[in-house]
């Protein structure tokens, strides 16, 4: 959506420096792309966890950085029935992000938790 006011004082609107400018119109362009970026990871990786988990993974992004050697922390909730099935869909999982191009270029950590259910 644009505006005829500036979002700056200086006249441009290219990024806003208000604090309580929505998150979008704070972000300059790059930023915006690592966010894009990091998002298409996160999602990347939890059809990977569903391929591997079953349906039931909940998921939550604990931080977010548009670049640098770590994009984030992904907590993967996983369905757990016991310590070796769960070992052993943990390796399938991390296999599989390993040979993933998009996962290999965007670094997460990922955190996998048993299911609250």
């Known amino acids: 959506m644009s505006s005829l006011i500036p979002l ?6 290219e990024r806003s420096d208000r604090p309580d400018a929505p998150l979008q119109e704070r972000l300059t362009e790059e930023e915006r792309l690592g966010r894009i ?14 391929m591997v988990f079953g349906q039931e993974v909940g998921v939550a992004m604990v931080g977010l950085r548009h ?3 770590l994009r984030g922390l992904l907590r993967l909730d996983v369905p757990f029935d ?7 869909r943990e390796g399938m999982f991390l296999s599989l992000v390993g040979r993933d191009p998009l996962l290999t270029r965007v670094p997460l950590v990922y955190i996998l938790g048993p299911d609250a259910r």
């Open 37 to 50: 970026e990091v998002r298409a990871a996160q999602w990347k990786a939890v059809e990977l966890a569903r």
């Open 8 to 13: 700056r004082p200086d006249g441009g609107d």
């Open 67 to 69: 670049r640098g050697p």
């Open 82 to 88: 016991s310590l070796e099935r769960h070992r052993e």
